[in-house]
């Protein structure tokens, strides 16, 4: 298994460009979410999902959106970057409920906005 | 909102010392407290959690503590090594479906 894999690992923008982060994971977790991490901030819930087809919104949520058509994928969308989008993104997966058990994160990927 | 505080920011330590990082919670409904390492560049790992209904847990060296009426819970380290050096955040569950982190902890073990 290859756990959660995530892309890409390193990304520049400019104010105003639009991308997506992608995440997959292969152990036919339910509940996959996106935290944001920065420096003095811990990690920061975005967005998760429960299962395909359902989302909802986390702590930080403003300026990106996701949607779950499948059961292994969860991609982050950021449709105008800020700099203050500027942060690690870990994509995280758990096999049910977060207060089930261990959630497993990605490698992380660094997003620079300019 | 829900809200977890960590405590210290950075923590030093000799080796062989213990090392102690403790948070609080605001939901009294929260019922899931893990704990995870992050090494330098690496991605946040578990590394030991509890239950509402647990007092205390033990793993070898590493424990966690918590007391419900005071809604704070700790992380103990005993006899650290250079290994643990690492960033340790604590989280508290929010509605079985939201982990919230606390800020996290920057451990330094000098040998």
């Known amino acids: 298994n290859a756990g959660v894999t995530q892309t890409p690992k390193f990304q520049v923008l400019k104010t105003g460009q639009s991308m997506t982060l992608q995440c997959a994971q292969d152990?036919?977790?339910?509940?996959m979410s996106w935290y944001r991490q920065d420096p003095g901030m811990g990690l920061r819930l975005i967005h998760y999902?429960?299962?395909?087809?359902?989302?909802d919104q986390g702590e930080v949520p403003n300026g990106y959106n996701v949607s779950r058509s499948t059961t292994e994928d969860f991609p982050l969308r950021l449709l105008s970057a800020a700099p203050s989008q500027t942060s690690v993104y870990f994509c995280?997966?758990?096999?049910?409920?977060?207060?089930?058990?261990?959630?497993?994160f990605g490698e992380g990927s660094r997003l620079t906005v300019l | 909102g829900e809200n977890v505080e960590q405590h210290p920011s950075t923590l030093s330590v000799q080796e062989g010392d213990s090392a102690v990082i403790k948070c609080t919670y605001s939901d009294s409904a929260s019922n899931y407290f893990p704990w995870y390492k992050q090494e330098l560049g690496k991605r946040p790992q578990l590394i030991i959690d509890?239950?509402?209904?647990?007092g205390e847990k033990k793993d070898q060296r590493i424990a966690v503590t918590l007391n419900k009426t005071a809604k704070h819970f700790s992380l103990h380290i005993t006899e650290t090594q250079p290994e643990d050096s690492a960033v340790y955040f604590c989280a508290a569950s929010i509605s079985g479906n939201k982990l919230v982190f606390g800020a996290g902890t920057i451990l330094r073990v000098k040998s």
């Open positions: 509890i239950r509402s209904n647990v």
């Open positions: 152990m036919n977790h339910e509940y």
């Open positions: 995280a997966s758990s096999a049910d409920r977060v207060d089930t058990g261990e959630l497993f």
């Open positions: 999902s429960v299962g395909a087809g359902i989302t």
